[in-house]
Protein backbone atom coordinates (compact mmCIF):
# COMPACT_ATOMS: atom_id res chain seq x y z
CA UNK A 1 0.00 0.00 0.00
CA UNK A 2 1.53 3.19 -0.70
CA UNK A 3 1.68 6.10 1.78
CA UNK A 4 -1.13 7.90 0.53
CA UNK A 5 -3.33 5.38 1.15
CA UNK A 6 -2.07 4.01 3.96
CA UNK A 7 -2.68 7.58 5.51
CA UNK A 8 -6.18 7.58 4.19
CA UNK A 9 -6.70 4.37 5.54
CA UNK A 10 -6.06 5.54 9.08
CA UNK A 11 -8.11 9.06 8.87
CA UNK A 12 -10.80 7.02 8.07
CA UNK A 13 -10.53 4.72 10.51
CA UNK A 14 -9.85 7.41 13.60
CA UNK A 15 -12.65 9.12 11.98
CA UNK A 16 -15.39 6.66 12.04
CA UNK A 17 -14.30 5.17 15.17
CA UNK A 18 -13.85 8.66 17.33
CA UNK A 19 -17.89 9.68 15.51
CA UNK A 20 -19.41 6.38 14.05
CA UNK A 21 -22.06 7.79 11.99
CA UNK A 22 -26.00 5.99 12.12
CA UNK A 23 -24.72 4.59 15.47
CA UNK A 24 -27.57 3.42 17.97
CA UNK A 25 -30.65 1.09 17.89
CA UNK A 26 -33.49 2.69 15.55
CA UNK A 27 -37.10 3.08 17.14
CA UNK A 28 -38.74 1.08 13.95
CA UNK A 29 -36.99 -1.51 11.33
CA UNK A 30 -37.81 -4.21 9.63
CA UNK A 31 -34.72 -6.49 9.24
CA UNK A 32 -32.03 -7.16 12.11
CA UNK A 33 -29.06 -9.43 12.50
CA UNK A 34 -26.02 -9.78 15.59
CA UNK A 35 -22.78 -10.56 14.46
CA UNK A 36 -20.10 -12.05 16.35
CA UNK A 37 -16.17 -12.45 16.14
CA UNK A 38 -15.14 -14.62 18.30
CA UNK A 39 -11.39 -14.10 17.00
CA UNK A 40 -11.18 -10.27 18.43
CA UNK A 41 -14.52 -9.91 20.48
CA UNK A 42 -16.52 -7.71 18.06
CA UNK A 43 -19.98 -7.34 18.51
CA UNK A 44 -22.24 -5.68 15.78
CA UNK A 45 -25.69 -5.64 15.90
CA UNK A 46 -27.50 -3.93 12.56
CA UNK A 47 -30.53 -2.85 11.89
CA UNK A 48 -32.43 -2.00 8.49
CA UNK A 49 -35.47 -0.31 7.14
CA UNK A 50 -36.20 -2.20 3.84
CA UNK A 51 -39.26 -0.85 2.07
CA UNK A 52 -39.67 -1.47 -1.69
CA UNK A 53 -36.32 -3.19 -1.85
CA UNK A 54 -34.58 -0.02 -0.99
CA UNK A 55 -32.66 0.28 2.51
CA UNK A 56 -34.40 3.72 3.72
CA UNK A 57 -32.29 3.33 6.65
CA UNK A 58 -29.53 1.24 8.43
CA UNK A 59 -27.86 1.52 11.62
CA UNK A 60 -25.69 -0.29 14.03
CA UNK A 61 -24.82 -0.82 17.54
CA UNK A 62 -22.07 -2.90 19.36
CA UNK A 63 -18.33 -3.30 21.04
CA UNK A 64 -15.52 -4.34 18.99
CA UNK A 65 -11.97 -3.01 17.63
CA UNK A 66 -11.56 0.16 15.85
CA UNK A 67 -11.45 -1.65 12.53
CA UNK A 68 -14.93 -2.94 13.22
CA UNK A 69 -16.65 -0.44 14.49
CA UNK A 70 -15.55 2.07 11.62
CA UNK A 71 -16.26 -0.74 9.08
CA UNK A 72 -19.97 -0.79 10.22
CA UNK A 73 -20.17 2.79 10.40
CA UNK A 74 -18.50 3.61 6.79
CA UNK A 75 -20.75 0.58 5.52
CA UNK A 76 -23.97 2.56 7.49
CA UNK A 77 -23.11 5.75 5.14
CA UNK A 78 -22.80 3.62 1.97
CA UNK A 79 -25.38 1.32 1.84
CA UNK A 80 -28.24 4.08 2.71
CA UNK A 81 -30.31 4.52 -0.09
CA UNK A 82 -29.31 1.47 -2.07
CA UNK A 83 -31.16 -1.51 -3.27
CA UNK A 84 -31.01 -4.68 -1.54
CA UNK A 85 -29.13 -5.89 -5.30
CA UNK A 86 -27.06 -3.10 -4.62
CA UNK A 87 -26.34 -3.71 -1.11
CA UNK A 88 -25.61 -6.98 -1.99
CA UNK A 89 -23.14 -6.91 -4.24
CA UNK A 90 -21.36 -4.14 -2.18
CA UNK A 91 -21.22 -6.66 0.27
CA UNK A 92 -19.13 -8.89 -2.61
CA UNK A 93 -16.83 -6.38 -3.45
CA UNK A 94 -16.13 -5.11 -0.25
CA UNK A 95 -15.75 -9.29 0.81
CA UNK A 96 -13.45 -9.69 -2.14
CA UNK A 97 -11.43 -6.25 -1.38
CA UNK A 98 -10.35 -7.57 2.22
CA UNK A 99 -9.43 -10.47 1.25
CA UNK A 100 -7.14 -9.35 -1.56
CA UNK A 101 -9.38 -10.79 -4.46
CA UNK A 102 -10.32 -7.71 -6.08
CA UNK A 103 -7.26 -6.09 -7.33
CA UNK A 104 -8.70 -4.09 -10.65
CA UNK A 105 -7.56 -0.54 -9.36
CA UNK A 106 -10.34 0.96 -11.50
CA UNK A 107 -13.16 -0.89 -9.34
CA UNK A 108 -11.47 -0.05 -6.49
CA UNK A 109 -11.25 3.65 -7.05
CA UNK A 110 -15.32 2.90 -8.28
CA UNK A 111 -15.93 1.94 -4.48
CA UNK A 112 -14.73 5.61 -2.94
CA UNK A 113 -13.80 5.34 0.43
CA UNK A 114 -14.83 1.82 0.60
CA UNK A 115 -11.57 1.14 -0.90
CA UNK A 116 -9.56 2.17 1.77
CA UNK A 117 -9.97 -0.91 3.68
CA UNK A 118 -7.96 -2.45 1.23
CA UNK A 119 -5.02 -2.13 3.68
CA UNK A 120 -6.93 -4.83 5.57
CA UNK A 121 -5.75 -7.31 3.85
CA UNK A 122 -1.79 -7.33 4.45
CA UNK A 123 -3.19 -8.21 8.17
CA UNK A 124 -5.37 -11.35 7.91
CA UNK A 125 -5.94 -10.86 11.74
CA UNK A 126 -7.87 -8.03 10.86
CA UNK A 127 -9.74 -9.50 7.45
CA UNK A 128 -12.62 -10.62 9.88
CA UNK A 129 -13.11 -7.31 11.61
CA UNK A 130 -13.70 -5.34 8.99
CA UNK A 131 -15.88 -7.69 7.14
CA UNK A 132 -18.29 -8.74 10.14
CA UNK A 133 -20.67 -5.74 9.67
CA UNK A 134 -21.14 -6.68 6.20
CA UNK A 135 -21.73 -10.53 7.25
CA UNK A 136 -24.12 -8.97 9.64
CA UNK A 137 -25.93 -6.74 7.15
CA UNK A 138 -26.06 -9.98 4.53
CA UNK A 139 -27.75 -11.50 7.37
CA UNK A 140 -30.31 -9.04 8.31
CA UNK A 141 -31.53 -8.69 4.84
CA UNK A 142 -31.73 -12.39 4.27
CA UNK A 143 -33.34 -12.33 7.93
CA UNK A 144 -30.84 -14.52 9.33
CA UNK A 145 -31.02 -13.29 13.01
CA UNK A 146 -27.44 -13.98 13.78
CA UNK A 147 -23.96 -14.59 12.46
CA UNK A 148 -21.03 -16.06 13.56
CA UNK A 149 -18.09 -15.13 11.36
CA UNK A 150 -16.13 -18.43 11.08
CA UNK A 151 -14.68 -17.25 7.73
CA UNK A 152 -13.65 -13.79 6.68
ZN1 LIG B 1 -11.83 -6.65 15.66
Not at 37 to 47: F, R
Request: with cysteine.
Amino acid sequence: MNNELKELYQQVILDHNKSPRNYGKPGEFNHSAEGYNPLCGDHVDVYLVVDEGIVKDVRFEGSGCAISKSSASLMTTIVKGKTVEEAESLFEDFHDLVTGKLTDEEKIASLGKLGVFQGVRDFPARVKCASLPWHTMKSALRDEPTKVTAEP
